[in-house]
């Protein structure tokens, strides 16, 4: 969930076949053992909204801290693990999944002076290590490793920032899974920490001063006790770090009080001569711009872009003109250069205008741009010069996600990264003189990607919008009906999902399984018209794309109802919980992860306040009547027989917090009038998902294939 993600999409991978006893249809699976679920209290809470009055019997599981919620979770992880350590097969899975794992991944290097910083993880670690080299394939040394902060791989490195001459580091912790972020400073010559300490922060990165002197971040009060993973994030404010002094003597740079929903991402551009503040209120990809000249800390932060009317992202600057990927006047995003010294928008000049793909991405390496864009969920890079005109197309190692092309002005090499279902991250250096690119790194794996086909198809949704979907399976496989089929979305927030690797996947395909991912509306692959088309009274047509989906590889006999599961996570949980209450007879395995279940009372916890923008709020009484109409928790109907589900959630998930599937998973056993097991797995010391140790990562997948491969007859 954006959190005012991205949920990665997975891959096709060649693989050697598992033994016959551990494909995915068992045709000698005893009959689905009955379950005898935990008691949950039901209280007698009803809440008037707008004359309409709402039963919410399970209010007490939003008490995440409570003796009573600890035993209902002890309870209810009892009974999932008792039925996922019997599956037979669940061993085989684990074990081709830490075997799939283990390869060597990296991040994109990036430069300082003489200096490259990348993290590397060689397979099986639980965080990747960040490595300081003197040259691009001179010695590394290990500046940073997470590792060794937590017995159980629990610590993650969320963020990471050089200083421009490489001599200093900031570095951020998030602590099991939480999107609290302490930050330190490193010196990279001796590896040691500074003094310095920054704690409180969420949802901002730092930037710099180009003297070291410090770095600006945004950061919350500090949260009343007890109330650290679920109280509301309000009233961020914008610092300034001197280095060497107490967090407590922090500079204030900026803050609005009169409208508390406001927060802050610093960026300093690379001349040292702006701070540029983007100024976001909830999730809606709308922001404005203020800045504030660097030359003297007394002149004041002004307003550059108000209106909260388009999304505006800093590319670079040329002295006083600032360049802007925005999509003002543009659905699918355009360049635009404006002046601070006269940034009326009269005056604005459009640099690179709207085309018929979407603009994601665009950086300015020295006199060019360089766009990515993309074109039915498919990357495209293109380059421009200062005049906007095209210069060329770099031509890419095949279909697929591409993304990087970032650096300073001056570089003489920039870096990218490629992926798609057949191919896990590879990365590439990109001469800026030559426009040649040579591989730098790539992992060995052993599969034959000739073995997998992927074909993207387009289907039409109930009101006849055409909608993408990439399917990816063996090629081995008969389509008569009878293949097991993960059909996973997201559809929202802006968000889009295109094709990368994931070893999970790898092994559910391997395993005969058909993986399905359809762009659905909500999401940024169309750009903004897409976007809007499927959020708040339109959220209807997100779950209408999803279940057209379904039906469409039913018709066209990829799959049947009893072989078809769903999944997917945070806004996809909502989705996957919607579907299966609308439509429960049309899936045979449901997987809701993280997700948002009870859409009245999303708004009341940490930064759910946010998703008002995508969703709309139950305190408007038009927007209520559309939320209750789908909210997962809401339309749960007793005496139904609904498919096998599998939640999944964690204890620290303070983006959605975990009490939505608390609630969800009580109704959903409530209401179950068939012998199809409603499981709940609540992972420890684990959060929305990013900094995720290796090993749960392995576990969970492995108990999410052991489950389809016992439900899925």
Known sequence: MHPTSTLSIATAIGLLSLLSSTTLAQNDTPPMPSIKYPQAARDAIVDDYHGTSVADPYRWLEDTESEQTAAWVAAENKIT????????????????????????????????????????????????LLYVADGLDAPRRVLIDPNKLSEDGTMALAGWSPTDDGSLLAYSIADGGSDWRTW???????????????????????????????FFYGRYDAPSDGEELTGTNYNQKLYFHELGTDQSEDRLVYERPDNKEWGFTPEVTEDGRYLIITNWKGSEPQNQIFIQPLGDPKLPVTELIGGFDA?????GNDESILYFLTDNDAPRRRVIAVDADDPRRDQWREVIPQNENVIEDCSLLGDEFFTTSMKDALSQVDVYNKEGEAVKQIELPGLGSASGFHGHRDATETFYSFTNYVTPPSIFRYDLKTGESTLWRAPELNFDASRFVTKQVFYESKDGTRVPM???????????????????????FNIS??????????????RGGIYAVPNLRGGGEYGRAWHEAG?????????????AAAEYLIQQKYTHSDKLAIRGGSNGGLLVGAVMTQRPELFGACLPA???????????????????????SSDDPEQFKTLLNYSP?????????????????????????????????????????????TLIRIETRAGHGAGTPVTKYIDQYADLWAFLTRVLQ
């Open 81 to 128: 693990r008792t039925f996922l350590d019997q599956i037979p097969q669940r061993t085989a899975i684990r074990d081709r999944l830490t075997e799939l794992w283990n390869y060597e991944r990296f991040t994109l290097p990036r430069s300082r002076e003489s200096k490259y910083f990348y993290t590397h993880n060689s397979g099986l670690q639980n965080q990747s």
């Open 184 to 214: 330190r400073v490193r010196d990279v010559a001796s590896g040691e920490d500074r003094d310095d300490v920054v704690r409180w922060v969420k949802f901002s990165g730092i930037a710099w001063m180009p003297d070291n002197s410090g």
């Open 311 to 315: 999304e505006y992202s800093l590319i």
């Open 470 to 492: 990439i399917i990816t399976h063996r090629a081995d496989l008969k389509l008569d009906g009878s293949n097991p089929t993960l059909l996973y979305a997201y559809g929202g």
């Open 497 to 510: 999902l295109t094709p990368g690797f994931s070893p999970a996947m790898a092994v559910w395909m391997d």
């Open 535 to 547: 959020m708040q009274e339109k959220k209807q047509n997100v779950f209408d794309d999803f279940i």
């Open 594 to 616: 993280v997700g948002v279940m009870d859409m009245l009372r999303f708004h009341k916890f940490t930064i759910g306040w946010a998703w008002v923008t995508e969703f709309g």
């Open 633 to 677: 928790l809401h339309q749960i109907k007793p005496g139904t027989c609904y498919p096998p589900t599998l939640i999944t959630t964690a204890d620290r998930d303070d983006r959605v917090v975990p009490g939505h599937s608390f609630k969800f998973a009580a109704a959903l056993q409530a209401a179950q009038s068939c012998d199809n097991p």
